[in-house]
């Protein structure tokens, strides 16, 4: 079965800091991974995907995020925070081959402060 | 396109009333679920669809009730709501259930159940 651990259920940075949001998954057939963010009282908005070829995956709102086969990991990275990155943000995961639906870990909130 | 649109916004039961869920989606998305989202829980799956006339069991399905008539619409019912299915809970689509397509997430109900 597959499952996703997101570490840390709250992040907290300053604005102009690194965000690093970590998430590992257990999978016993290649993955496809997704990084969702939800802002407050909305519904979840794709931030990036990996499916399949260059493991360095480059998202909306210069977020990134690599994968790493050997880590079964999947961690969210900015460069430098800003204020409208505060939001909830969710790890998923899905089987390639059996097309399930996605799985999802159970959020971090990242809180941004000036 | 006005992509996955969900009604009601909000809702509030007595225990033991029954009500539904509507979901829409308006992209010829063969794929819908319903997810619910309790704090610290992420997202779970309750049922899903892999097209008109075919639905089944997601992670957490009892108490509820799907069926999809057309591609359009997926609404979920509640045949007798208990305090425990206070939640908030999320329609999303795709376009087809192999795993790398991305899921569109409508912007949610949140239902109260007293």
């Known amino acids: 079965a597959q499952s996703v651990t997101q570490l840390g259920s709250h992040v907290s940075v300053s604005e102009g800091a690194l965000v690093l949001l970590r998430c590992n998954y257990s999978?016993?057939?290649?993955?496809?991974l997704f990084w969702y963010v939800q802002y407050p009282n909305q519904g979840l908005q794709l931030l990036l995907k990996?499916?399949?070829?260059?493991?360095l995956v480059k998202g909306i709102n210069g977020f990134e995020a690599e994968f790493k086969k050997s880590e079964t990991s999947f961690h969210l990275t900015k460069p430098s925070a800003h204020m409208s990155d505060a939001a909830e943000y969710f790890c998923?995961?899905?089987?390639?081959?059996?097309?399930?639906?996605?799985?999802f870990g159970k959020g971090t909130t990242l809180s941004v402060s000036s | 396109n006005a992509g996955v649109t969900q009604t009601p916004k909000f809702q509030v039961l007595k225990t033991g009333q029954s009500m539904t869920l509507q979901c829409a989606q308006d992209?010829?998305?063969?794929?819908m679920s319903w997810y619910r989202q309790d704090p610290g829980m992420g997202l779970r799956l309750i049922h899903y669809?892999?097209?008109?006339?075919?639905?089944d069991q997601g992670e957490v399905p009892n108490g509820y009730n799907v069926s999809r008539s057309t591609t359009e619409d997926f609404p979920l019912r509640l045949l007798s709501a208990a305090p425990s299915q206070t939640s908030v809970y999320f329609c999303?689509?795709?376009?087809?259930?192999?795993?790398?397509?991305?899921?569109?997430f409508g912007p949610g109900t949140r239902l109260t159940v007293l």
């Open positions: 999303a689509s795709s376009y087809t259930n192999r795993g790398r397509n991305e899921q569109f």
């Open positions: 999978s016993s057939v290649p993955p496809y």
């Open positions: 990996y499916t399949t070829g260059a493991t």
């Open positions: 998923a995961v899905s089987d390639r081959e059996a097309g399930t639906a996605l799985i």
């Open positions: 992209m010829n998305h063969e794929y």
């Open positions: 669809s892999v097209g008109a006339g075919i639905t």
